[in-house]
């Protein structure tokens, strides 16, 4: 089941202001340039507080987008906001007219709104009276001025509001957005968010919280949410817009799609004001959400390989050497986290406990309920793999009535292993036109495993499936090719670039091992 192109939404064009550049091509340079956009905050005297780092739009000049009389009317947010949507407006080459006005619309949300303009207009009215607050705060500070100034701006007249949902706000802003066109109320919209609150109240409000970062001696090193040494999140601000389109009409007027936006769930755990609810159940239910589509994962990295991950292999090997205590439980500790987290991803897609529709080479359907790569076992000693990782991915396997372990490279030393491995149902090997020692393997699998013989097709694929039929045993095996327009495997095991028609190279790989094989 696919939606028609009328209710599939495009991603046409890209605004930002960031910390690290105020466009689009500038941010993106120093995000892969790995720029850090931290630093001291500039904006006000942090002297007084424990945390005086930020990240801040810099040099940013809000006349170069809006009047200078208007600009000065206009909150900080505002500013961004005006600057990202022209960007992304320009990016998608958007003519409203080409739609219509009434059928493009505006939804761009902020956590905050206009901070700025709130705070000074309240210092102003405690030191000089009410009668010198300016006619535009509440213009200038309520959430919904971002989209009603795009609006203007760009004579936009369809949906128009504002969302505020913290952290998510972005997020639900382009979500909705699709959601609209993809109901029909629109054809086009611009959406997004935009944020500037490093102000004193919110910085010590943030402070008070322990929820914000204070390493002040290395700010460019601060963010590190998934450190162990993490302290809290930096504060930052800019804006990011987006133009979405119906599919149908972006291709229509040969508009560059960037992305398409498949689809969009949003829950409550109704649990805790800042912490998620422990089972992931709001998580879940959003991503079941998001499509009419399956939406999960249960392919995954064996223990070894996450802990390889999480240590690097020489930490590693030296836990299981001097500590074998702490690395048993490190194992265990992942082999646990890895069937919760499998178990999850099968209730989200509603796959059975057992099965595995697995979207990788391997289909192991109803013989199998998990499937996993354990690449890294090609780096360790037997001896040691069969002490510190066999009993690991036994338990995974076992806890789903068997399943399937990937393995890329030489796998003769560990055969003994993979045999020895509880709940084993099937072998997937790329074996890098390394045949001999597959062979081997084989022998040592016959009549107990299903052997998938995986490479990307060889340049002369001729020779290697004569070869591979030559030297293994056909019973008890499955040859899964992939056959790839611009990848061809060599005879010595490297990999070149090639160029193949996909179409007719499938069928003419088909068709030779089916006369092959008879």
Same mark, same amino acid.
């Given at each position: ?109 902020? %956590?905050? *709104?206009?901070?700025?303009?709130? =705070? #000074?207009?309240? !210092?102003?009215?405690?030191? &000089? +009276?009410? /009668? ?103 504060? %930052?601000? *800019?804006?990011?817009?987006?133009? =979405? #389109?119906?599919? !149908?009409?972006?291709?229509? &007027? +040969?508009? /560059? ?262």
């Amino acid at each position: 089941m696919t939606r028609p192109d009328s209710q599939r939404v495009a991603v046409t064009g890209m605004g930002l202001v960031t910390p690290v550049g105020n466009d689009l091509p500038s941010s993106w340079s120093a995000i892969l340039a790995g720029r850090s956009g931290i630093g001291l905050i500039t904006e006000f005297d942090h002297s007084s507080f424990k945390t005086h780092i930020a990240a801040e739009v810099k040099n940013f000049d809000p006349t170069l987008y809006v009047d200078k009389k208007e600009a000065r009317r206009m909150d900080r947010f505002l500013h961004f906001a005006a600057a990202a949507a022209q960007e992304a407006v320009a990016d998608a080459k958007l003519d409203v007219a080409y739609f219509t006005p009434r059928r493009v619309g505006v939804v761009v949300g902020s %956590g905050i *709104g206009g901070v700025h303009i709130l =705070l #000074e207009q309240h !210092d102003i009215m405690n030191e &000089r +009276g009410p /009668r010198r607050v300016s006619p535009f705060t509440v213009s200038g500070l309520i959430l919904n001025s971002a989209a009603a100034h795009i609006s203007i701006m760009i004579g936009a007249r369809g949906p128009n509001f504002a969302i505020a949902t913290a952290c998510a706000t972005g997020t639900h802003t382009i979500g909705e957005a699709a959601e609209i066109i993809r109901r029909g109320s629109a054809d086009a919209m611009i959406c997004g968010g935009s944020e500037a609150a490093i102000v004193p109240m919110a910085m010590a409000g943030f402070e008070n919280m322990g929820a914000i970062s204070g390493r002040n001696d290395e700010p460019e090193r601060s963010s590190r949410p998934f450190d162990l040494h993490r302290d809290g999140f930096v504060m %930052g601000e *800019g804006a990011g817009i987006l133009v =979405l #389109e119906r599919l !149908d009409l972006a291709r229509a &007027r +040969g508009a /560059r799609i960037y992305a398409e936006m498949a689809g969009y769930g949003t829950t409550s755990d109704a649990y805790h004001i800042t912490a998620p609810s422990e089972d992931g159940d709001g998580a879940q239910r959003a991503m079941k959400a998001a499509s009419f589509l399956p939406v999960g994962i249960t392919d995954c990295q064996s223990p070894l390989t996450t802990a390889n991950q999480l240590m690097g292999y020489d930490g590693l090997i030296y836990l299981m050497a001097d500590y074998p205590n702490a690395a048993h439980e490190l194992m265990d500790k992942i082999a646990e986290a890895t069937i919760s987290w499998v178990k999850a991803q099968k209730e989200v897609i509603g796959e059975p406990l057992t099965e595995c529709f697995t979207d990788q080479q391997v289909y192991t359907g109803a013989h199998a309920g998990v499937w996993f790569s354990d690449d890294d076992a090609s780096l360790m000693s037997p001896e040691m793999y069969r002490t510190f990782v066999v009993p690991y991915n036994s338990k995974i396997l076992t806890a789903f009535g068997g399943g399937c372990i990937h393995f890329c490279g030489n796998a003769l030393h560990q055969a003994d292993n993979l045999v020895a491995t509880k709940g084993l149902r099937a072998f997937n090997n790329y074996n890098l036109y390394n045949l001999a020692p597959l062979a081997e393997v084989k022998k040592k699998f016959e009549g107990r495993i299903v052997l998938f013989v995986c490479d990307f097709t060889p340049v002369e694929y001729e020779s290697y499936f004569r070869e591979l039929l030559t030297t293994l045993p056909r019973g008890g095996m499955v040859i899964d090719s992939q056959y790839s327009p611009v990848v061809g495997l060599l005879k010595g095991g490297h990999y070149d670039a090639v160029r193949r028609d996909l179409r007719t190279g499938r069928k003419a790989v088909y068709e030779f091992l089916k006369g092959l094989c008879g």
